[in-house]
């Protein structure tokens, strides 16, 4: 499986819901569409920004298979596996196989907060059951949860784990990746606002959340980088911070479906809990959109 080589733009995409909750499939078909024209190179469907938690088995799979059948092949589509178990996990895992995904983002059991063991065991387990490559998502910020450089040498002798999705919000952690594990895996950033720095590290790739309402943009910054375009790369990430940063939050949900909302691509709908912003920090939240739309560089704008 070392031959599987993830790399670019993987936006973590959103879940459309009509204004009753219920999943709004034509929604999705359209929006996954319009990333995947605007030069993605893959698709996450069903994580934290996908309200994954809110979510049946069923709701996820039937997302899982709609970004399956929009891509038809053409970029990878990997199913975020979130659940409160592992034996749930393997469910899920099983049924996503059939529906013919690329390969699985996968992350420690919720609610449960495990140990560095019981959560190496979790993955491992999860990755030889789906026989696909396989993402480790570490995100110990939000899941407390943390799997370090010397648990990822641990891992891997698992030849489906390939990549691994660092959002601890420390970005010396992809420099201790390389150094303990070489290319051994492909190493994506999981914070928005960390883009450039990660970039110039050398990961492999962004697993974004603003990229759903802004893809071209996110491309392009992507593409500075790896052809070495500093100047330009930096011009741009400095217009697209003050968005990045909206990724950064615990209602990081509302805020980017707002952003997609104002971009033209997307709607508010959220299912419950969550609520739409509202107040002063919609407001906020408006501004910081409205004041990038106004100054988005023409040269990189989404079509």
């Not at 065991?121 to 998502?137: D, H």
Request: aromatic share 8%; hydrophobic share 45%.
């Amino acid at each position: 499986m070392n031959n599987v080589r993830w790399q670019g733009v993987y936006p973590a995409v959103t879940s459309k819901f009509h204004d009753d909750e219920s999943l709004d499939f034509e929604a999705m078909r359209k929006h996954f569409g319009f990333l995947i024209d605007n030069g993605v190179h893959g698709l996450v469907t069903c994580g934290s920004l996908g309200e994954a938690s809110t979510l049946t088995l069923e709701e996820k799979l039937a997302v899982t298979k709609c970004a399956v059948e929009v891509s038809a092949g053409r970029i990878p589509v990997l199913a975020n596996v979130s659940e409160t178990s592992t034996r749930e996990a393997l469910r899920f895992i099983k049924a996503a196989v059939e529906l013919g995904v690329d390969g699985f983002m996968l992350m420690p059991s919720l609610i449960y907060v495990a140990d560095a063991r019981e959560a190496m065991q979790s993955i491992r387990t999860m990755a030889e059951a789906a026989q696909k490559p396989c993402m480790i998502y570490n995100n110990p910020v939000a899941y407390r949860v943390d799997l370090k450089p010397e648990h990822m040498v641990e891992l891997a002798d698992c030849p489906w784990l390939v990549a691994i999705k660092e959002s601890s919000d420390d970005i010396r952690r992809l420099t201790d990746l390389r150094n303990a594990l070489g290319t051994r895996y492909q190493l994506f950033i999981g914070v928005d606002d960390l883009s450039f720095e990660a970039l110039a590290l050398g990961a492999d790739g962004l697993l974004a959340g603003l990229v759903t309402a802004f893809p071209r943009e996110t491309v392009a910054l992507y593409d500075l980088m790896q052809a070495g375009k500093w100047d330009e790369a930096l011009a741009l990430y400095q217009w697209f911070t003050p968005l990045l940063h909206l990724d950064v939050s615990t209602k990081l949900v509302q805020n980017i479906k707002l952003a997609e909302t104002l971009a033209g691509v997307g709607n508010e709908h959220v299912r419950r809990p969550r609520l739409p912003l509202v107040g002063a920090e919609r407001e906020r939240c408006t501004a910081i959109i409205q004041a990038a739309i106004a100054k988005r560089p023409k040269a990189y704008q989404s079509t």
